[in-house]
């Protein structure tokens, strides 16, 4: 359908944006025009979205040949390498595209009010632009070698938007670990990449070209599905079940280090030294890869043995590793980046149990309260002047939409985004697309594991609400506490927009509600499942009232939990009783030491680096200038050999040989007789 070229618009309007930026005069139209072009984006990715909810048809691909590599003649692999760039629209790119846009948009326009009177001001919003562009990018993205470049090109990104405050060291060190934990998992990709590309395009190649094309996309999600179901009935040359066992351990690894999740958590956890709007978009949209990687590669995942019961396993154990850290942490940005952990590590559980429709579910509302939060928060700081919860209080009082905003994030990720409630149906269920299932064993153990996640969740995300909101607010010195107000309009407003959009993103989410027909028109439904689900036919997900009711009953468990040991009135009791423990709090609030451990393992890489820069210095500038210099001293030498005497022969011998010019002249002319016998 025409309509759907709307989404290379979608990708590409956050570039331009940033292109565009640069021929702003001022800062601040540099980045209006950015949150300009972000908001167009939205509204076509809106126009994308609706179209595709009131027609039920194919997918469509958009695609251009990226370049062509045809092999050299009488080589063993003759595999022709066409790898193509474009877009793929169908349920879910089009549901995470429009998700993602706002975010963005969100995002950037409260940061309009946050950065300003930065230097860097300009900086922000066209590196901003250009991970959007990547993330939308990947959203759309047809195949593999597409999803490669733009996850690439958002893990550079998302460096070059955290190095805002690139002179101070404190921020700089930070998003530089960061890198190098994300360029695991950008390894991790390229190398499934390149294995799949190994193993299925010879027989890619024999496949019927789609229309439009030339040839087969080897790298195409559907190429790859249909690969993966050939491998199995044993019709792939050199491909058999390990082959799909090597593929599978890349890709979840790739996606369980751009997740977040287990020790890899740092790098998310890092982003918290750098600017409130950097953080937002991290937590939102940088995880966020992880998980849709894995929704697209599920064909995969789902036909290997035990591969989707470690997947549940380990994102049941890292959501519960994040829950229990968050829970000693004192920097409310922190808290918000550990909690963004739990919340992929149940859509990874979710996809681990077959719940494809529930998994992307929690994926989807994790980017609208993760944003909410974070822009909450950076109001909470902006105010209070610190990131210590302990030094906030009476937010209540003097900041009703921050707190608002706060306390539907904690009831959000505590169990009424449905989040709790969909993986916990999904482990139920146990019905993996592919006939499988997980052992009563594993599926006991992973029962266990969500619901001691949802209890530490809702106990820390009410410890935050309660310290920040409750009570008065703390005296410190040099800060004026009687000053505290709820901060300026524009802040508010993109905060309350963003709590507006993820109380729709749960109400999209409700079970049982059926699709819409009216006449000719035929709307899947609003409930998620019935527009994003994998197969061919919708699944039918009635109301699993066992979920429904443990998520709501831990919830109220938690927050019974929560203000019995963080109300005002029992908050010195619980900090002596704390205290106790001081040294175990300790180490779990660094990560179990995890983060030293990754500031140690990024010594080598700067070392690295610094021996290059010092060869660079030494050797290769050397060289380069001396080469340089050389013409210039030898001119210099030359000058100082020449004495005075040679200078007035040669002075004298070219007027000698002037006149003797001019007068072969003169006679060739004409002018002089001469004599001639």
Known sequence: MGIYNLAWFVVVLPLLGALASFLAETQRRAAQICVAFSGLGFLLALIVLGVRLTHTQASFDGQITFFAMNPPEGTVFATRFEPFLGVHVDSLSAAFGAAVSFVVLAVQAYSLTWFRGESSYRRFFWSSSLFAFAALGFVFSPNAFDSLVMWTAGSVALYVTALHWVDRPDAAAPARRALVVLKIGDVALLLGVIF???????YASLLP????????DPFSFTTIGQATT??????VGGAGPRTLAVLASLFIFAAVVRAAQGPFQVWLTELAAAPVPVLALGASLGGMAGGYLLARLYP???????ASTALALSGGAAALFAAVV????????????LVAVVQLGLTFAALGTGGYSQGMFVLFTSLFFDALFVLAAGNVIRVYRTRNIHETGGAWARMRVSSIALGAWAVGVGGLSLNVYYTLSAAFANTNPSGGHLAGASRAVLVVLILAVTLIVVVSAF????????????????????RVREVDRPLRRWTALALVASVASVVVGLPGIQPVHAGKLSIPGLTFSHFVFFGASRPSLPVDGLALLLSLALLALGIAA???????????ATAAATGRFEPAVHVVARVFLLERAAHRAGRPVVRAGALVTAFDQRVVDSVTDSLAEAPVLAAASLTRLRPQRPSLYLAGGLVVAGILALLSVLAATGHFWVHTT
Do not use: W, Y
């Not at 968050?326 to 980046?337: C, E, H, K, P």
């Open 209 to 216: 070209a789609p229309t439009g094309q030339d040839i087969n």
């Open 562 to 572: 929560a203000a019995l040991m963080f109300a005002p009135s029992r908050r010195a």
């Open 326 to 337: 968050s829970l000693a942490q004192r920097d409310i940005l922190r808290i918000g980046a």
């Open 300 to 306: 995969i995942l789902i036909n290997v043995p035990h």
């Open 463 to 482: 410890r935050l609400v309660l310290t920040v909101c409750s009570g008065e607010v703390v005296r410190r010195r040099g800060f004026q506490h009687d």
């Open 230 to 235: 050939a491998v199995l009935h044993g019709v």
């Open 196 to 202: 799949a590309f190994l193993k299925f395009g010879t």
